[in-house]
T-cell receptor, first 114, second 112 residues
Framework: DARVTQTPRHKVTEMGQEVTMRCQPI?????VFWYRQTMMQGLELLAY????????DSGMPKDRFSAEMPDATLATLKIQPSEPRDSAVYFC????????????FGPGTRLTVT | DAKTTQPTSMDCAEGRAANLPCNHS???????VYWYRQIHSQGPQYIIH???NNETNEMASLIITEDRKSSTLILPHATLRDTAVYYC?????????????FGTGTRLTIIP
């Protein structure tokens, strides 16, 4: 049963620290998405990649967030420095990239910045 | 992408059919209707999608009106595990525009 995996599942850190979240997309999927969910804003797209190249990162605060795909099996989302307002659940999703296919979401990383 | 309107919440008795409506009056010709759901504390889960014909899979049925301005997701025999927030999303099916724009969804509660 192919699944998107995310690590860590929970992260508590202090303001100013660097946070790295990792995602392993489903093998063979060539599109990867990062979403963030908060009570106030709901689910919102931060960035997405096709074939490891960024296609849209307009939802991501550029000064502190960065997203990369070092290889086809790993996507990372980094926050440096972290702030309390970054507290949220971060979801990774992957898709087969046909343009209309469904996205498969991981279990999320719950981030708390104190 | 076209905006969607859904009721904030709905209840349904266990074992009955749950019918979740969605309005998308500004939908364009190349835009699909997608349904996802999010069970508490989990990642969103794909349910079904369609363009203009009715669709059915092992989870649900999707009924799209002829003018495509509204749709209904049907869970034929709701169980307690179907309690979740259901999102109706409209998006174009072209490369480079694959992001999902989530609204507030409908919170469906299945009553025992």
């Amino acid at each position: 049963d192919a699944r998107v995996t995310q690590t860590p599942r929970h992260k508590v850190t202090e303001m100013g620290q660097e946070v790295t979240m990792r995602c392993q997309p489903i093998l063979g999927h060539n599109t990867v998405f990062w979403y963030r969910q908060t009570m106030m804003q709901g689910l919102e797209l931060l960035a997405y990649f096709r074939n490891r190249a960024p296609l849209d990162d307009s939802g991501m605060p550029k000064d502190r967030f960065s997203a990369e795909m070092p290889d086809a099996t790993l996507a990372t989302l980094k926050i440096q420095p972290s702030e309390p307002r970054d507290s949220a659940v971060y979801f990774c999703a992957s898709g087969s990239g046909t343009g209309y296919d469904e996205q498969y979401f991981g279990p999320g990383t719950r981030l708390t910045v104190t | 992408d076209a905006k969607t309107t859904q009721p904030t919440s709905m209840d349904c008795a266990e074992g009955r059919a749950a019918n979740l409506p969605c309005n998308h009056s500004t939908i364009s010709g190349n835009e699909y209707v997608y349904w996802y759901r999010q069970i508490h504390s989990q990642g969103p889960q794909y349910i079904i999608h369609g363009l203009k014909n009715n669709e059915t899979n092992e989870m649900a049925s999707l009924i799209i009106t002829e003018d495509r301005k509204s749709s209904t997701l049907i869970l034929p025999h709701a169980t307690l595990r179907d309690t979740a927030v259901y999102y109706c999303i409209v998006r174009a099916s072209n490369f480079g525009n694959e992001k999902l724009t989530f609204g507030t969804g409908t919170r469906l509660t299945i009553i025992p």
